[in-house]
């Protein structure tokens, strides 16, 4: 089975932090992604890539960066941590969108 | 209007009973879609993919109807353990991503 591993199940950081959430996929696929979970606003896309150092916007990109330097390893960086990014992550990897994801366990952050 | 729409729920269901989620799309491009389920605090997993022709695995069938942009689930035999959230997913426009719904709850009760 592939394995998705998202580093932290749980995290707290304060304001103004900068924030690294790392994701790693033991299948060598191309595709991954980063998604934001909220209840109420259901999974909302913020980053995905399809290649080693390429990236594209999803639909709520803003505070976020992400880095792709392995194929495997794909990593969402909150450049200045804020109280309304608190939320739950989820990390996906694809082979091709025809197969759908895999998901890690997720990453509960909490930002104070 | 927005990309995937489901009906929240919940659905409060008795063990046994068949119930049918359903779901509508925006993108008439869209060519793969899928049904996930979520379990509480947990991350979403693969219950099914949804193919034209409709298909069948065990108790679960899944219908698309391309015309409508629509897709059902049909549970039947309702286990306690089928209660989750059920999330239809629909590629975005970018071909890469999917565009999920935000879910239907469904309680099955002893």
């Known amino acids: 089975d592939v394995k998705v591993t998202q580093s932290s199940r749980y995290l707290v950081k304060r304001t103004g932090e900068k924030v690294f959430l790392e994701c790693v996929q033991d299948m060598d696929h191309e595709n991954m992604f980063w998604y934001r979970q909220d209840p109420g606003l259901g999974l909302r896309l913020i980053y995905f890539s399809y290649d080693v150092k390429m990236k594209e916007k999803g639909d709520i990109p803003e505070g976020y960066s992400v880095s792709r330097e392995k194929k495997e390893r794909f990593s969402l960086i909150l450049e200045s941590a804020s109280t309304n990014q608190t939320s739950m992550y989820l990390c996906?990897?694809?082979?091709?969108?025809?197969?759908?994801?895999?998901f890690g366990s997720g990453t509960r952050l909490t930002v104070v | 209007r927005k990309e995937v729409e489901q009906d929240p729920g919940p659905f409060n269901v008795p063990e046994g009973a068949t119930v049918a989620f359903n779901c509508t799309y925006s993108?008439?491009?869209?060519?793969?879609f899928f049904w996930y389920r979520q379990d509480c605090r947990k991350e979403p997993k693969l219950l099914m993919s949804?193919?034209?022709s409709g298909n069948e695995d065990g108790r679960f069938t899944a219908q698309l109807n391309r015309a409508s942009q629509y897709i059902s689930l049909l549970i039947r035999d309702s286990k306690l353990s089928d209660s989750a959230t059920y999330l239809c997913v629909v590629n975005s426009n970018s071909g890469y991503a999917l565009n999920f719904g935000k879910g239907t709850s469904l309680l099955v009760t002893p």
């Open positions: 993108n008439s491009a869209s060519q793969s």
């Open positions: 996906a990897s694809s082979p091709l969108t025809v197969y759908g994801y895999t």
């Open positions: 949804v193919y034209s």
